[in-house]
């Protein structure tokens, strides 16, 4: 595609390091005692390269505790679509459509402490805008998070503060043109304003294969700034 021959045209090396600047919003709806709505819209900066913008809707099920009712989890599935539109300094820009299907866990999940695991399926349509090329992607990945919460009571100013960190993989079944994540390590620090609004800043790693093939791929270092609304 002409837009993946120019990017890799920029570059004499096989990869590269950069920074990125991620920053999103996102809200939340309680349908029923069961079932949510969660929204994202963002964009994602890559300095003098390219300027990525976002928004993805999912639906959430909570499943009912058939066994181990003793034991306190939380697990649930969900499905949604992302939608992306990237524009490119040099290059023609690319729009994708993601269809998502996936599993999270939350175990244990105590007062202070939470850990929660997820793996995900991907679908993944990607169009460039010039000439309307188009591929097909298929993702699986599983996310790991660790979450610590303060209390005050160890430091008396960090009542509301939280820890988290995150590591995500990817398999990339089917390989699109662009952006095939490998792995992402976040670790960040988060503050819960009130039951409705909270906030994270998170600095990560992301390593990405650019191209389907083995030949070129990023090291980004990732500044993320995020904001959490509880609608009801």
Known sequence: MLYCSSLRAQND???????????????SYKISERLDFNGKIG???????????????????????FLVKKIKYDDKVYAGSDFYYVFFTETPDVLEISLFQGYSLSW????????????????????????????FGLQLSYQASLTLKLYGDVWEHGKG???????KFWWNLISTELFNDVVRITPGIGYEI??????????????????????FYTDNVIYRFRVYYQIN
């Open 194 to 215: 009130n039951p409705k609004w909270k906030t994270a800043f998170y600095i990560g790693y992301n390593y990405t294969r650019n191209l389907p093939s083995d030949d």
């Open 161 to 167: 503060f939280y820890l988290t960190v995150k590591a």
């Open 108 to 135: 244990p999940n105590k007062k202070r402490i939470g850990i929660s695991h997820m793996v995900e399926l991907v679908e993944r349509f990607q169009r460039d805008v010039e000439n309307w090329d188009y591929t």
């Open 13 to 27: 090396n096989d990869s590269e390091v950069s920074s990125q600047f991620w920053f999103d919003f996102n809200p």
């Open 43 to 65: 964009s994602k900066i890559l300095p003098n390269s390219a300027y990525k913008f976002y928004t993805s809707a999912e639906l959430s099920y909570q499943i009912p505790k």
